[in-house]
T-cell receptor
């Protein structure tokens, strides 16, 4: 079993839709949860991260963590064609004091006008 | 541009050849990571440097792979006797230590194709 699982999609939605992206993880010791966005032929860029359970909002993006079910989500409101990218969840185990990241497979999102 | 840069952006080589990639991190960043990303997968951790010290190597990094970060600045990743299975995107990321979770800034990657 992979430590972080993510449905690769692809996911295609119309402009303005609410998008829900999800990951599950296996290790209950994980504390930080990150979402990266990767445009085609580019490196990933950090969107936001959360600590422990709860919600965090940043503009049209909301990250949610449910530690009881080991489930993390990213919601995108009022999706735009510029949101078309691959979204990667990532978790730093932090067992050695630095941030090597464990990534999910990424979900490819297409927002069409 | 003061972001992370990688060179070359693309490399096509024949099986059995050696290749070397370079990563230039953001100048004040003391942490540097290498990842490998294959098609349809997320990046996988390869190795980590704190300044010039290589502190962790993944089991993915066979003895054909070597990485260096002389003087704690740029880093190189060399693959000897390349195999077709080495074809992937090689990503470099840098960050500044100081918080529990430091933000990693990724370069654009080097896409390696082994024929």
């Amino acid at each position: 079993q992979k430590e972080v699982e993510q449905d690769p999609g692809p996911l295609s939605v119309p402009e303005g839709a609410i998008v829900s992206l999800n990951c599950t993880y296996s290790n209950s010791a994980f504390q930080y949860f990150m979402w990266y966005r990767q445009y085609s032929r580019k490196g990933p860029e950090l969107l936001m991260y959360t600590y422990s359970s709860g919600n965090k909002e940043d503009g049209r993006f909301t990250a949610q963590v449910d530690k009881s079910s080991k489930y993390i989500s990213l919601f995108i409101r009022d999706s735009q064609p510029s949101d078309s990218a691959t979204y990667l969840c990532a978790i730093p185990p932090l067992d050695r004091g630095y941030n090597k990241l464990i990534f999910g497979a990424g979900t490819r999102l297409a927002v069409h006008p | 541009d003061t972001g992370v840069s990688q060179d070359p952006r693309h490399k096509i080589t024949k099986r059995g050849q050696n290749v070397t990639f370079r990563c230039d991190p953001i100048s004040e960043h003391n942490r540097l990571y290498w990842y490998r990303q294959t098609l349809g997968q997320g990046p996988e951790f390869l190795t980590y440097f704190q300044n010039e010290a290589q502190l962790e190597k993944s089991r993915l990094l066979s003895d054909r792979f070597s990485a260096e970060r002389p003087k704690g600045s740029f880093s190189t990743l060399e693959i000897q006797r390349t195999e077709q299975g080495d074809s992937a995107m090689y990503l470099c990321a840098s960050s500044l230590a100081g918080r529990v979770v430091d933000t990693q800034y990724f370069g654009p990657g080097t896409r390696l194709t082994v024929l």
